[in-house]
């Protein structure tokens, strides 16, 4: 298969990793995978990337392939750009959501990924379940993500006593992540606790946010935290998949967190993490000091992350399936996903009646902060009226030239 | 593990808010709370009573907002644990039967006589209530309930999304996992709610990836994943 994958950028993100493994597998195999840059600017762009070849889309565009995978919201602009006999979106997460209220262009833009008429390959039930319901008319298939089983399995070593091991995963920046909410729950424990936040960049974890901050860490300096702790806490809003309890259970580390989007796929509460509803700080903080008192609770929950783990895919396995997907969707029929214009349009009436909403508010906050401009202008006339009449009194004229006699500047 | 909740709440609530049932995890059924006989009877492990303190039993007690030792409250300081009230898992049931116009709930009633008044204007079919019920529910295909701004979401937001309608509510903070226009729409006013409303039910099909992702929202807040979450922090608790 000629198969191009459509990225915003080569960065370091997880997402962008599964992108690579995936990449890398299908040219193990005999496929032939593109890199097709998508971004507006491109400079400095690599001629490949971990071993894959990088192209811009310009250059695809000459091109034709099997399939072109769309990998960002962004990328799916430029996926009927790309010649191929099949066009899929592959979704990590809802992108949409990333989005907050003042920047609803771009949410309604990444919402509108899911109207398309294309193929889905999708890395959770949740995200199944989500265009099963949306796109009933598309094909969607389920490629979960594979775990470095060789870097991240380690069985649990005999850890010393003392207070409980916390670790915090997630970019404080982002806030979805839920890392402030993480911090605030370990550091509202009981019980004795070290806390230790993981970031991609150090630049954005504040000093004294936590006991340790590590940033930046390879894979293997991934598995080495995980194993040094005993339990991994993420209270984050939502996610695609969420590896990183993953990788946690694969040494052996149970997990505290919030029955976020994906996490049903791996979660079990009591089994082999505690699960704690949003915005419950009192749960969360509960949960770290029943694993802190409770060390055959933290026995337990450990099997039960190694089980867990035991049944997951390793990334071999995992971007098999993704190959496979690829292989069904150009091997069967092309979709009829008609369904897809319909709903482009049904998009285009939300994206309309939001912005027109939106619109509103925008004019009546103006209506406002011009009210509140004219209420501090006339309230400032009114003090201006007052100091006139004030210096126009004897009174105040007799003080100022008493002033005046003794050197003083006051009342000038 | 196969356990036994009991949850007790007038019907009202329980059609709301109940469970009844078996499933992966034990069984779970709803008794009124005149009901204290027929739940000794049963034997649960743990009582969950939503509109008041359980009955007194062998059994490990929870509550909602009562103010119990194991109470579960959005606000109240001292809470054991922080949730909404869960939504009854067969409210899913509604959800391929979308009624029409909308149901204003909760609030003064002047604010929501007002509300109805501005959507009757705009030849909006609908219904104020002061307390949502599940017959509301399936009568309409938007849903606003009325609270403060920078408040939990009211009582029955859990309900409405997974009934599968169109849900309004004023901006919630903390909003427990809902997110303002994905799974649900965030008023300021009476007036942005007035017109979110009327577009929500004009074009019930542009709004099907909010009532969409609504569902899937309400799956974390399903009475059979809230109830047993509940239950089995009590277990640990005793057991550590």
Known sequence: ?????????????????????????????????????????????????SGIPVTTLATARDDRFDVAVATWWTTAEALFEVQAARHVVFVQNLEHRFYRDRERADALGALGVLDLPVDYLVVS????????????????????????????????????????????????????????ESVAAARAMREPATLTVVAHDPADVPGGFADRVEAGLSPDGMAALYAEHDVLVKLARFEGLGLPPLEAFHAGVPCVLTPFS????????????????????????????????????????????????????????????????????????????????????????????????????????????????????????????????????????AARFVNRLIGRGWYE | VSRR?????????????????RFAWGEAWTFSPSDGEAIAAWGPETVIGLDGMPPEGPW???????????????????????????????LMELQPHVGTGVVVAGGPEVERESVAGK?????????????????????????????????????????????????????????FGLLAWSDHLPYENEDDLVRTADAAQTYPQAFEPLVALGVLAAEAHLASAVYQRLAVDAELEDAA
């Open chain 1, 125 to 180: 039930s949740h995200l199944r379940r989500v265009l099963e319901r949306l796109r009933p008319d598309a094909r969607t298939r389920l490629v979960p993500v594979g775990i470095d089983k060789q870097r991240f399995s380690s069985p649990p070593s005999a850890k010393p006593a003392g207070p409980l091991r916390v670790l915090i995963e997630g970019q404080p920046t982002l806030w979805f992540k839920g890392v402030a």
């Open chain 2, 119 to 175: 959507l009757r204007s705009l030849s909006v079919e609908v219904h104020a209530v002061p307390c949502l019920t599940r017959d509301d529910l399936a009568r309409a295909a938007v849903v606003a309930l009325l609270g403060g701004s920078g408040q939990p979401p009211p009582a029955g937001a859990t309900a409405v999304l997974a009934a599968g309608r169109v849900l309004l509510l004023p901006r919630a903070e903390p909003a």
């Open chain 2, 60 to 90: 490990r007690s929870i509550d909602f907002e009562a103010g119990g030792r194991r109470s579960v409250s959005t606000t109240a300081p001292g809470a054991w644990r922080r949730a909404l009230l869960p939504a009854a898992d067969d």
């Open chain 1, 262 to 397: 994906g996490s049903e796929d791996y979660a079990r509460h009591g089994m082999n993490s505690l699960v704690v509803g949003f915005d419950d700080d009192v749960g969360a903080s509960a949960a770290l000091d029943l694993l802190a008192r409770d060390p055959a609770l933290r026995t337990r929950l450990s099997q039960g992350a190694l089980e867990t783990a035991a049944g997951w895919p390793d990334q071999a396995a995992a971007s098999a399936q993704f190959r496979s997907a690829l292989e069904g969707l150009v091997a069967e029929p092309a979709s009829d996903a008609q369904d897809g214009h319909r709903r482009l349009l049904r998009g285009r009436r939300l994206a309309i009646e939001l912005s027109r909403e939106e619109e509103r508010r925008d004019a009546t906050r103006l209506r406002l902060s011009a009210a509140a401009v004219e209420g501090q202008r006339a309230e400032a006339e009114r003090h201006l009226h007052t100091i006139s009449e004030l210096r126009a009194r004897k009174s105040y004229r």
């Open chain 1, 1 to 49: 298969m000629r198969v191009a994958f459509l990225v915003a950028e080569l960065g370091r993100s997880g997402g962008m990793h599964v992108i690579r493994d995936h990449a890398r597998h299908m040219q193990d195999a005999g496929d032939e995978c593109q890199l097709v840059v998508c971004a507006p600017k491109l400079e400095g762009l690599p001629t490949a990337d």
């Open chain 2, 5 to 21: 909740i009991a949850i007790v709440a007038a019907d009202g609530v329980a059609a709301l808010h109940g469970l009844e049932g």
